[in-house]
């Protein structure tokens, strides 16, 4: 069975490199990128199967990351994953499939990955 492509998106070293160790573990290839020019430019070139995306980054912010994301693959599955609970209430994040809160626990963000990636 072919392996399920995950691009992380997070301008947070720390967290790409826990995140990419956690997912690798549950078997997936996972690409990263550290802002969301960088996430367009690898979404394109390697499309992922879901899209981990972080909102408060530098430059684009992760909603209008999604937008765009959305306009060229409307069925692509992307979580939200953000520290900042009040983001939840953003017409724009409605978009995502999930939003789940940045936590030390990556059970509930594992079950949502394994949820839309089966």
Same mark, same amino acid.
């Given at each position: 069975m072919e392996k399920k492509r995950i691009l992380l998106v997070d301008d947070e070293e720390s967290i790409q490199l826990l995140y990419r160790e956690e997912f690798e573990e549950e078997g997936y290839? =996972? +690409?990263?990128?550290?802002?969301?020019?960088?996430?367009?430019?690898?979404?394109?070139e390697n499309?992922? +199967?879901? /899209?981990?995306? +972080?909102?408060?980054?530098?430059g684009m912010n992760? @909603?209008? =990351? $999604?937008?765009? !994301?959305?306009? !060229?693959?409307?069925?692509?599955? @992307? @979580?939200?994953?953000?520290?900042?609970?009040e983001y939840k209430q953003d017409f724009g994040s409605?978009?995502?499939?999930?939003? =789940? /809160?940045?936590?030390?626990? !990556?059970?509930? $963000?594992k079950a949502t990955v394994r949820k839309y990636l089966g």
């Open positions: 290839i =996972v +690409d990263s990128a550290r802002n969301g020019a960088e996430a367009l430019e690898k979404f394109r499309p992922p +199967d879901l /899209v981990l995306l +972080d909102i408060n980054m530098p992760g @909603i209008e =990351v $999604l937008r765009q !994301m959305k306009e !060229m693959r409307a069925t692509l599955p @992307i @979580i939200l994953n953000s520290a900042y609970q409605w978009a995502s499939e999930a939003y =789940v /809160v940045k936590s030390a626990n !990556m059970d509930e $963000l």
